[in-house]
């Protein structure tokens, strides 16, 4: 039982490259959350799906595309980087939205420069 | 608008005991969270509160007050692996998590 997987770990990108953060959980939760964390910030919303072939807009979405073709992968595009979209990209996963615990992935550190 | 707030850092010994507060402004409440998160990593779930009163959880306890939109995370008997930031994130009415900035608790000898 892997949990939330993500890659890549580390990705630099140049402005206006296109890249896929891929996000795959192992536990059969029909609830996917992507999150960014800014240095000093707290955790931003940018895409969420409560099951195969549902998302729905965050907070911040502008900039990033999803879907949800699977009951396990959830993965998150950008499609022109910026130098905003720095940051660390989290994946999360829960059963029910009123669960109590929300898995996390490990991280993707991107910097676009 | 929503809004957590929570101390940006602070210090304390080893051995001893920190309280890390957190106030909270949301549409609607559905319960109050800790996670811990170590430098490079991702958080992880620490407690959860959605009625008033005091959870403890070994060396970790997690206090709310609905009425004033408060919590606190005390911790006891710091050990240097306590060294990690502490966000507070609280639930709206929606299910969306409001997260806080983090608290960077730094533990010395």
């Known amino acids: 039982n892997a949990g939330v997987t993500q890659t890549p770990k580390f990705r630099i990108l140049k402005i206006g490259q296109s890249m896929t953060l891929q996000c795959t959980q192992d536990?059969?939760?029909?609830?996917m959350y992507w999150y960014r964390q800014d240095p000093g910030m707290g955790l931003k919303l940018i895409y969420y799906?409560?099951?195969?072939?549902?998302?729905d807009k965050g907070e911040v979405p502008n900039g990033y595309n999803v879907s949800r073709s699977t009951t396990e992968d959830f993965p998150l595009r950008l499609e022109l980087a910026a130098p905003s979209q720095t940051s660390v990209y989290f994946c999360?996963?829960?059963?029910?939205?009123?669960?109590?615990?929300?898995?996390f992935g490990p991280g993707t550190r991107l910097t676009v420069l | 608008g929503q809004n957590i707030d929570q101390p940006t850092e602070m210090t304390a010994t080893e051995g001893a005991i920190v309280q890390i507060n957190c106030t909270y402004q949301?549409?609607?409440?559905?319960?109050l969270f800790w996670y811990q998160q170590h430098a490079g990593e991702a958080p992880t779930f620490l407690s959860y509160?959605?009625l008033d009163g005091l959870e403890e959880k070994g060396r970790f306890s997690s206090f709310l007050s609905r009425s004033k939109g408060y919590s606190y995370l005390l911790l006891k008997e710091l050990q240097m692996k306590d060294s990690a930031s502490y966000l507070c994130?609280?639930?709206?009415?929606?299910?969306?998590?409001?997260w806080g900035a983090g608290t960077k608790l730094i533990i010395k000898p």
């Open positions: 949301t549409s609607g409440f559905n319960g």
């Open positions: 994130a609280a639930r709206d009415s929606n299910y969306q998590l409001i």
């Open positions: 999360a996963s829960s059963s029910t939205p009123e669960s109590a615990f929300l898995y």
């Open positions: 536990m059969n939760h029909n609830y």
């Open positions: 509160n959605v």
């Open positions: 799906s409560v099951g195969a072939g549902i998302t």
